[in-house]
């Protein structure tokens, strides 16, 4: 499973790529406002940050397939390779999705909350899908169901295309989408942290490492 960072924050990136095992990172129009920059820049800065080998996914902001294509294109350029559009499972975004695959654009279709649109954004040309697992999970719906009949009918339908699952509030959420399979994960700093977390782990070095101390002293490894 591939773990990418969901942010545009440029110092939550660098410590994200630093610690974790990071394939890419995705925004969305929501998380590039926040930065209150111009996001030229931001786009600019966080390809510096990951370098060209890893993902950067960016969201279109149009409503017409056409303006989505624009957008893509003009993106394309801005972000160079790796890149990826991400755009929402609308009528315009599947004809969208079509159109620029036709050109060779890489697509994440995205604001996914049930199977059957990720199996037509599959069938447009998507390379990736991502369903969001706790804006459903918060009106009583199921995400970790929806990325389960996704990759059944991904199966299915011997479709190659990708999930991403998103939009997750705990590293359980992660857990359940893992154990489903799921081809990569897109998440926030915190929940990184979360997931490599235990009390017990901590407890485990303080102890190894007293007990080292008590004989050999601080810093006695390498000399
Ligand atoms: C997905 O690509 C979105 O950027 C994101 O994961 C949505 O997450 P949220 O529900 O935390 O805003």
Redesign the pocket.
């Known amino acids: 499973m591939l773990y990418l960072m969901?942010t545009a924050n440029i110092e939550e990136i660098k410590k994200g790529f630093e610690f974790y095992p990071l394939s890419g990172v995705?925004?969305?129009p929501?998380?590039i406002t926040k930065e209150k920059k111009g996001f030229k820049e931001i786009l600019k800065d966080i390809r510096n940050i990951i370098g060209e080998n890893s993902m950067l996914?960016v969201?279109a902001v149009g409503r017409t397939a056409e303006q989505i294509e624009k957008e893509a294109l003009y993106l394309q350029e801005v972000v160079g390779e790796n890149f990826y559009i991400?755009i929402p499972v609308t009528p315009d975004g599947i004809k969208a999705i079509k159109k620029l695959t036709q050109k060779g654009v890489k697509i994440?279709a995205?604001a996914i909350f049930n199977a059957q649109q990720a199996l037509m954004a599959a069938e447009a040309g998507a390379e990736f899908t991502?369903p969001?697992i706790?804006?459903l999970d918060n009106i009583c719906g199921d995400g970790v169901k929806v990325v389960e009949e996704i990759i059944s009918l991904y199966k299915l339908n011997g479709l190659n295309t990708k999930v991403?699952a998103?939009?997750?509030?705990n590293a359980e959420q992660v857990h359940k989408v893992a154990l489903c399979g799921v081809h990569s994960v897109?998440l926030?700093y915190e929940i990184l942290e979360k997931l490599l977390y235990h009390p017990l782990t901590d407890i485990s070095v303080d102890k190894f490492i007293e007990d080292w101390e008590k004989f050999y002293g601080s810093g006695k490894l390498t000399t």
């Open positions: 969901d995705t925004t969305n929501t998380l996914h969201q991400k994440t995205t991502a969001y706790n804006r991403l998103a939009s997750f509030k897109t926030n």
